[in-house]
């Protein structure tokens, strides 16, 4: 079973920034494809950026394309995401999924972060 654990969030002012992390347990990390995603009150769960397995291949949305960055410490079994120059509409709660390389997908229990003066 793989359990997973953001950290990181908090509140911020426009254009600040934040690191998230996300730990992963078990063996299975170093193989497994890596995103974060993005939940506002009222709205769908969004991806916000991807990463494979050995960190080589990245994909973010047009909405923080430039601004977020996603990697990856095998070695530590962490994922991070990057974020600067905040906006209010970054403000929900961020999630990371694991995507196993056979299948199964796992999810974390979600980290806040909140953008406002």
């Known amino acids: 079973q793989v359990q997973l654990a953001e950290s990181g969030g908090g509140s911020v002012q426009p254009g600040g920034s934040l690191r998230l992390s996300c730990v992963a347990s078990g063996r299975i990390f170093s193989s497994s494809g890596m995103s974060w995603h993005r939940q506002a009150p009222g709205k769908e769960r969004e991806i916000v950026a991807g990463i494979n397995w050995s960190g080589g291949v990245t994909n973010y949305s047009d909405s923080v394309k430039g601004r977020f960055t996603i990697s990856r410490d095998n070695s530590k079994n962490t994922l991070y995401l990057q974020m600067n120059s905040l906006k209010p509409e970054d403000t929900a709660v961020y999630y990371c999924?694991?995507?196993?390389?056979?299948?199964?997908?796992?999810w974390g229990q979600g980290t806040q972060v909140t953008v406002s003066s």
């Open positions: 999924k694991l995507t196993a390389s056979y299948g199964p997908r796992y």
